[in-house]
């Protein structure tokens, strides 16, 4: 390996070294310095940045627009290149090189929105500002029980829209063992397995919420057949992707599912990547 190969490698290994240590936030924050001329990205990096900002100050954040970019970018980004700069000219062969270089990595960092939001403030179903308004004005003031209720920004939401609402967050908090954000609690989340969650609270409440149960757990089945069983008259509202990352394929194929009065809930509760989340009355 001759020097100037050497010193190639130890370049890409600093700059590496430098985007593991940046933070996500930080990088998108590089990213909409050097992106700044083209709107298309621009708009998509300053709608993370201000979710972020919002969640970061205890407050929902508003949806999102799919957070993928478009599909003639690159076809954009060199018609600007080349409005700006005549053809072949070096500062913008440098540019169009830095523009390149940067798409793919911007992508990742697009696409990785929901895994920084579990990561950095433990929220899993995206639970945007207009969507809890029209799920507080479905539930129309009825008691609810929130089972799995993680960091509790749903029942945060609907204790802020209707302070009067009987709202009981709750949560095994046994996840919290290894995600920290988990002592992050946005309101007061009463430690409760789904299960005696329920048996406590299930004859003082119309609705159980039941938010993303993880798809290698048949929590969501035990929480379904104790519902059948002994509290026929609670309706149970499930958050989650039909058949794909959240609850178990089991309780897809059994749980009898409804979306009859949902349907402006489901209007806002807008995916802004690949996973499809939805409200379902399940039974």
């Known amino acids: 390996m001759n020097k100037k190969q050497l010193k190639h490698l130890k370049k890409i290994a600093r700059q590496n070294q430098q985007k593991e240590q940046e933070g996500y936030i930080d990088q998108l924050k590089r990213y909409a310095q050097l992106f700044d001329g083209i709107p298309q990205i621009k708009l998509l990096i300053n709608n993370v940045l201000e979710s972020d900002r919002l969640i970061q100050q205890g407050l929902l954040p508003q949806p999102l627009p799919k957070l993928l970019l478009p599909d003639n970018i690159q076809d954009v980004i060199y018609q600007q290149v080349q409005a700006k700069y005549p053809p072949h000219d070096k500062k913008g062969d440098q540019l ?24 950095r403030y433990g929220m899993w179903s995206y639970v945007n500002a207009t969507y809890i ?15 799995m209720a993680g960091n509790g920004y749903i029942s945060a939401g609907l204790q802020n829209l ?38 406590k609270y299930g004859h003082d409440v119309q609705y159980v919420i039941m938010s993303w149960s993880p798809d290698k757990l048949t929590i ?19 958050i989650g992707e039909k058949n794909g990352a959240t609850d178990s394929p089991q309780f897809w194929k059994e749980a009898h599912l409804s979306q009859k009065g949902l349907e402006k809930v489901n209007q806002q509760l807008k995916s802004f990547d690949l996973i499809d989340e939805q409200i379902y009355l399940a039974s």
């Open 96 to 119: 169009w090189d830095q523009y390149t270089k940067a798409l793919p990595q911007l992508d990742k960092l697009l696409r990785n929105y929901r895994d920084y939001l579990e990561d």
């Open 133 to 147: 308004k029209a799920l507080s004005e479905y539930l129309d003031g009825a008691p609810v029980l929130e089972i």
């Open 162 to 199: 209707n302070p009067g609402q009987k709202v009981y967050p709750t949560d095994s908090k046994d996840w919290t063992k290894e995600n920290q954000t988990g002592r992050h609690d946005v309101t007061k989340v009463e430690k409760l397995d789904a299960l005696s969650a329920i048996q």
């Open 220 to 238: 969501d089945m035990d929480v379904l057949n104790l519902i059948r069983q002994d509290y026929p008259d609670l309706h149970l509202l499930v």
